[in-house]
Every structure is written in structure tokens, then in C-alpha cells.
T-cell receptor, first 114, second 113 residues
Framework: EPEVTQTPSHQVTQMGQEVILRCVPI?????FYWYRQILGQKVEFLVS????????KSEIFDDQFSVERPDGSNFTLKIRSTKLEDSAMYFC????????????FGEGSRLTVL | AQSVTQPDIHITVSEGASLELRCNYS??????LFWYVQSPGQGLQLLLK??????LVQGIKGFEAEFKRSQSSFNLRKPSVHWSDAAEYFC???????????FGAGTTVTVRA
């Protein structure tokens, strides 16, 4: 069964460092998403991406965050200068269409900022 | 803005007993409704979804959910739980033409022998 894969599964970084989280969505999907879950809190929407541009973003997704689909298969989330409060599980998801499209989630990348 | 409430933070149930997880949403029109499960160390797996039509939907792993418009609810049920059902369960909602899912806070299910 096709799946969304994410790397790394866990990354530890120092505050102020740049982090790139990588995702390989399901191959025929067109819509891509990043969500995050701070420990003990809700899963929160960060950003959606379609046709090589951001289609929607939350207020969490400030200038420190960026997304990119560099090569037609990977979908990356970059955090330019990490803060302690960026520590969370980051989930990538993809779907093949917007209406009635199911979101398929990856297993997540746990980011720990020290 | 839509919101999702899962009133129960933690539920403990005996193996073989029935399970019901509550979900209420706040939204002006009928949203798309979902239940996801997250096992320890795993990602989010879709159990079932409701878009329209029959208000009782069947999902994977023996789960079902019923959409009740009058109560703005989408409760998840399983007649007989297995130890492997121990996990965190999330209700989620989105609008039909929207990109983002709004999640509830989750309900942790513990299954005792």
C-alpha cells in the first residue's frame, strides 16, 4: 500500500539552528500538508501546498518556516532558526484531491530543540 | 471557525467490552468528519470518514461512527475492543472546499485485560 514517508524520525538540534524535515508524499497525490503536534496538545495545521505554491497557512507558519517541493518527489519543511517552542512532532500528509480527498499521514518527525 | 471537542481525555475499557468515543463539532454547515487513530510511535491512520449520505459509516478495524446533525456529533463506536485498540483517537473536521483539518484534543484509550 502506498504511504507517506518522513525523515528523520527524530532530530535533536540546538536553538537557533536550521532544520529541514523531509517527506515523500504518495506519488500521484497533488496536495501536500504539514501539521505539528506539541507534546500533550492538539494536532495543528501548519501549511498546505498545491501546484508549487502555498495554498493556505496558519498563523503558526511565520517567516521562520518555509516549504518546498524541490524535485517533484520530496516535500520539505524548513525552520530557519529553531526555538525551544518548535519542539514537536511534525506530520506530513498528502491527498489526491481537495473534495472528499482523504489525507494520508506519515509517521512523523520528532524535533527536539535544546 | 470550526472547532472540534472531544470531551473525554482518557477512557479505560476492558477487553471485549464496547467502546464509544465522543466528538462534537462547531460549524455552520455540514463539514467533512474524520476519525484518526495514533498508536504509540506511529503516525495518524484514518479509521473512517463522513462526507454525505448514510449517517452511519463503517471503518477499518471494526469501528463505526454515526453522524447526528441535530447534536453536532460524530461519535465513534466499537462493539468489542481488542488489546490492540489501545491508542489515541482523534476526531477531525474540515470544510468541503478547505485544505486544512481541525483536530480535537484526542482521547486516549487504555484496554485492560
Amino acid at each position: 500500500e502506498p504511504e507517506v514517508t518522513q525523515t528523520p524520525s527524530h532530530q535533536v538540534t540546538q536553538m537557533g539552528q536550521e532544520v529541514i524535515l523531509r517527506c515523500v508524499p504518495i506519488s500521484n497525490h497533488l496536495y501536500f500538508y504539514w501539521y505539528r503536534q506539541i507534546l500533550g496538545q492538539k494536532v495543528e495545521f501548519l501549511v498546505s501546498f498545491y501546484n508549487n505554491e502555498i495554498s493556505e497557512k496558519s498563523e503558526i507558519f511565520d517567516d521562520q518556516f518555509s516549504v518546498e517541493r524541490p524535485d517533484g518527489s520530496n516535500f520539505t519543511l524548513k525552520i530557519r532558526s529553531t526555538k525551544l517552542e518548535d519542539s514537536a512532532m511534525y506530520f506530513c500528509a498528502s491527498s489526491d484531491r481537495i473534495n472528499t480527498g482523504e489525507l494520508f499521514f506519515g509517521e512523523g518527525s520528532r524535533l527536539t530543540v535544546l | 471557525a470550526q472547532s472540534v471537542t472531544q470531551p473525554d481525555i482518557h477512557i479505560t475499557v476492558s477487553e471485549g467490552a464496547s467502546l464509544e468515543l465522543r466528538c462534537n463539532y462547531s460549524y455552520g454547515a455540514t463539514p467533512y468528519l474524520f476519525w484518526y487513530v495514533q498508536s504509540p510511535g506511529q503516525g495518524l491512520q484514518l479509521l473512517l470518514k463522513y462526507f454525505s449520505g448514510d449517517t452511519l459509516v463503517q471503518g477499518i478495524k471494526g469501528f463505526e461512527a454515526e453522524f447526528k446533525r441535530s447534536q453536532s456529533s460524530f461519535n465513534l463506536r466499537k462493539p468489542s475492543v481488542h488489546w490492540s485498540d489501545a491508542a489515541e483517537y482523534f476526531c477531525a473536521v474540515r470544510r468541503s472546499n478547505d485544505y486544512k483539518l481541525s483536530f480535537g484534543a484526542g482521547t486516549t484509550v487504555t484496554v485492560r485485560a
